[in-house]
């Protein structure tokens, strides 16, 4: 709690004993009035001046001055307990809803912390720390263990472990060693790190996620708007009314004054919608907060209500649903054994730089003795042909064989295929493949549990190769051979199949796909902070490139809309209710502080609910399977 | 040209939307927001009426809570 926090609570706590001294101590009843406007004095003097300040400013319906009238009149009707509870309780409440509020602003400021405060700068073999504005690209920095990386940039000296937890939500650190390129953000974790900076610190990483999530909260969901105009006729209906119910029935000779006007106060307690005003934007804010903490970054509340009616779901396949690199995904020997027909094509390929060399020397996974290897020929379009242990070998596709006129044969399994022959006989083939990335079965899964309708895969490879992944995943629909522009154009068709209320996301990885990221209802980028245009154009930025994310992102939007609703409907309907009673004289002045201070209680805990810690979602699994 | 303050001692959600739609109505503005969570304010508007405007947000805000203050 902060200073006034406690200030607060201290002067409730002694209006509350005071209260219970007036009520239970044998008072005469002539000074029964001062007993309770002790306590009330305590507790209220505030809301009286500023009832003051804001009547002279010709604020009617600030809610200082309806609860200071509320509770005088209440004084005037005889009805001390009451006044004096009620300034009470609407204390309680507003320190209860500055604490709730504190605590989402602090789980904001959590992510905050990934903001690095300096640089150790290396400059002519002195280190100088300074502030990570003042690094530009070229410098080389110096991070320690324990340090985080300040500036994005590429590993020049030093292993160690990142720690990308606070950016990715991913638990398990990575292994980082030179060459490899680091996000600023992360926590080196074992070793010291020399680092080339490749972005000056306005355009790194964590420059940009702090600037994503302190915008978020701008970007106002309908459901947001809906309360802000609710709110902005709620209270001077309320208070129009109670005026009304003060005097019309009275002078219509319906009864006592002292009853009407009774009445009448009950309205001007509840005739706050602080309820919906505060619950809702801190429901979207503790969504927000919650999907960073996964590592799911997104713009706004109103992308959290568009991604909780997903119909469709379109994903790009290279780099999305596939690593987008390519790995030798079969072996099938004819004659000799796997590990000889891998051995033969690795030492044929290993003077080559080709990808699919590398590949295939990254399956054999030994150290490749190129000395076997005594004559050697590359012939573009078709393969190698080489002497290997003095036998002759030939390794490449189907036409090299028809040259060689060997007997081959095509494989089944889609992929690039690679036909190894040993001394003129035919010795079987490899077959090279993008490879499926380990969650992208179970995210299909699941997203057909979240009762997402239709699943789709854009992708620019070939039929073959397309349908194959989309078999394999069980993805309804498959568009192949797409250039960029005929994405768009598959997106235009799908968005006009869906139904109205329903939306349709789009996941890439950020590569070439800006437009139709800003096409679809909601566009997802992956790959954390690869491409700026991506990050512009998505609506929701993933830090790594699980594909598992986006059910589990649109989980969280489900449990937000969830709680907004529920927060919406409670509040409308105690308000409601309390109203109808007190206007018919069957509510009290204690129901009425239920409506307001209960229901914004009750309200905000709901809310909480969303940022609370382990908060996993059901169905949500702790760690990706990798 | 859009800019953003913080807002200190901003403790009303209502009051919040008060001062937002208060503010929408200056002459000159064109879009304004208030978040309450985040105590910060965005006003975008004409550059060069910007100071005038940014003196009636402060009045604005003063009469809706008359601690609250707009900081650069």
């Known amino acids: 709690m902060t200073k006034k926090q406690k200030k607060m609570f201290a002067r409730i706590l002694v209006s509350a004993a005071l209260l219970v001294f007036a009520y239970i101590l044998p008072i005469p009843s002539s000074f029964r009035i001062f007993a309770f406007l002790l306590p009330y004095a305590v507790i209220g003097w505030d809301i009286l001046w500023k009832s003051v300040r804001s009547i002279l400013h010709g604020q009617v319906f600030d809610e200082n001055f309806l609860m200071s009238v509320a509770t005088i009149g209440a004084f005037c009707i005889g009805e001390y307990l009451e006044a004096s509870a009620v300034m009470l309780f609407y204390q309680v409440g507003e320190l209860f809803q500055s604490y709730a509020v504190g605590k989402s602003r602090k789980s904001i400021a959590e992510l905050m912390k990934i903001r690095p405060d300096s640089a150790n700068l290396e400059r002519d073999g002195e280190i100088q720390t300074v502030s990570p504005e003042a690094v530009l690209p070229g410098d080389i920095i110096v991070v320690r263990p324990g340090e985080k990386i300040p500036l994005d940039g590429i590993i020049l000296e030093g292993d160690s472990f990142a720690d990308t937890s606070a950016l990715t939500g991913e638990s398990l650190p990575r292994g980082i060693s030179a060459g490899d390129e680091v996000m600023s953000g992360c926590i080196n974790q074992t070793g010291l790190l020399r680092i080339q900076v490749t972005k000056p610190f306005g355009e790194s990483t964590v420059a940009k996620i702090l600037d994503l999530v302190e915008n978020a909260a701008e970007k106002k969901a309908p459901a947001e708007n809906f309360i802000t105009k609710f709110a902005r006729y709620y209270t001077p209906c309320v208070v129009v009314a109670a005026v009304l119910l003060a005097v019309v029935p009275p002078m219509a000779g319906m009864g006592a004054w002292a009853d009407w006007i009774e009445r009448a106060l009950i309205f001007l307690v509840i005739s706050c919608p602080c309820a919906l005003v505060i619950s809702v934007p801190l429901s979207f804010f503790s969504g927000i907060g919650r999907a960073s903490r996964s590592g799911i970054l997104v713009k706004g509340g109103n992308y959290l209500e568009v991604l909780s009616r997903t119909e469709t779901v379109v994903f790009d396949k290279t780099g999305t649903l596939t690593q987008g690199v390519f790995q030798v995904t079969a072996i099938h020997p004819d004659q000799v054994t796997k590990l000889q027909l891998l051995e033969y094509a690795a030492l044929a390929e290993g003077y080559s730089t080709h990808p699919i060399s590398h590949s295939i020397q990254e399956a054999y996974g030994k150290e490749l003795d190129l000395s076997r290897v005594t004559q050697y020929e590359e012939i573009p379009g078709h393969g190698i042909r080489a002497v290997i242990d003095g036998h002759d070998i030939s390794v490449g596709n189907g036409k090299l064989m028809e040259q060689s006129k060997i007997s081959w044969h095509a494989c089944h399994h889609p992929g690039t295929q690679i036909h190894v022959a040993v001394d003129g006989e035919y010795a079987g083939h490899l077959v090279i493949s993008d490879q499926i990335k380990p969650d992208a079965l179970e995210t299909i899964r699941a997203l057909k549990t979240e009762g997402v309708k239709k699943t789709v895969m854009l992708t620019g490879d070939a039929e073959v190769s397309g349908q194959a992944v989309a078999q394999q995943l069980g993805i309804d629909e498959v568009h192949a051979e797409l250039l960029p522009a005929g994405k768009v154009e598959q997106v235009e068709i799908l968005l006009s199949q869906k139904s109205a209320k329903g939306s349709l996301a789009f996941l890439g990885d950020g590569i070439n796909d800006a437009p139709v990221l800003s096409r679809a209802d909601v566009g997802i980028a992956m790959g954390g902070m690869g491409s700026d245009a991506a990050i512009e154009a998505a609506d929701i930025v993933l830090m790594d490139d699980n594909p598992w994310k986006v059910p589990e992102a649109i989980r969280i939007s489900r449990q937000t809309m969830r709680i907004v609703h529920q927060n919406i409907v409670f509040a409308l309907v105690v308000k409601g209710l309390v109203l109808l009673l007190g206007a018919i004289g069957l509510a009290t002045m204690w129901e009425a502080v239920f409506a307001d201070v209960g229901v914004s209680v009750l309200a905000i805990l709901n809310a909480m609910r969303l940022s609370a810690k382990g908060n996993f979602l059901p169905g949500n699994r702790k760690k990706s399977g990798q | ?72």
């Open chain 2, 1 to 72: 040209m859009v800019k953003t303050f913080s807002l200190t001692e901003l403790d009303c959600a209502n009051c919040a939307r008060k001062m937002e739609d208060a503010i929408k109505k200056i002459d000159g503005v064109e879009s304004a927001s208030i978040s309450f969570l985040t105590q910060k304010l965005t006003i975008s508007a004409e550059e060069a009426k910007f100071d005038e405007i940014l003196k009636q947000a402060s009045k604005v805000c003063r009469r809706i809570e008359p601690d609250c203050k707009i900081v650069g």
